[in-house]
């Protein structure tokens, strides 16, 4: 997944999740049985890197044993917490904490444990949205955001914390998977 400005929307159906969309050479989302394919080939990590809008503040992270269930199990995301990088040692709590064993949601099919409403209507993208979560790459970007929107955008993507207070917004998001033993 690469999302580097508002130009390509991240706000699409089950189907075009599961297919993947956009342009590998840019902005784009691979696709949920791409992921769950590649990731059940071996052991595999998974980096994250972040940007933030207001200070261009760069931030990452690499977990191992990222894994993608199958599309019955609604694409699970599993991976070892506690991993590498300033995105996930500047904090007490992992912020992929919340995501791990959570299935995949968007605006047409439900899967968060919110008990009312859709994070991924409301938030704009699909995403393992628990409750609505800490961290997104596909939601609303700060850039996009009016101050009507100004409170549910400053959290998506930059979990709270040192990186996730009022002062800082997600400007661009890559996720990359690599086998563990090419790291």
């Known amino acids: 997944m690469r999302r580097t400005g508002p130009e390509l929307n991240f706000n699409r159906s089950w189907v075009e999740y599961r297919n993947g ?5 840019g902005d784009h989302w ?4 791409a ?4 990731t059940n080939q071996g052991n595999y990590s998974l980096k994250t890197e972040v940007r933030d809008a207001l200070t261009d503040s760069y931030f990452w992270d690499i977990h191992a044993n990222f894994l993608i269930g199958t599309e019955d199990e609604k694409y699970t995301l599993k991976l070892k917490l506690n ?5 996930s040692t500047n904090s007490t ?3 992929w904490e919340k995501n791990v064993n959570v299935q995949f949601s968007t605006h047409d099919q439900k899967n968060d444990n919110k008990l009312t409403g859709n994070c991924a209507a409301v938030n704009g ?13 596909t939601s609303i970007l ?11 955008a400053r959290h998506a993507g930059i979990p709270f914390g040192v ?5 800082k917004l997600l400007r661009w998001a890559v996720m990359k998977i690599k086998r563990s033993e090419d790291l």
């Open 125 to 137: 993208g699909g995403w393992w949205f628990h409750k609505c979560g800490d961290i997104s790459f």
């Open 21 to 25: 969309f956009g342009d590998v050479a």
């Open 83 to 87: 991993g590498v990088g300033n995105l």
């Open 35 to 38: 992921f769950h394919h590649l």
């Open 93 to 95: 709590v992992d912020p």
């Open 163 to 167: 990186r996730g207070s009022a002062e």
């Open 142 to 152: 700060a850039t996009e955001c009016v101050p009507t929107c100004w409170k549910a």
């Open 30 to 33: 691979l696709g949920l049985e």
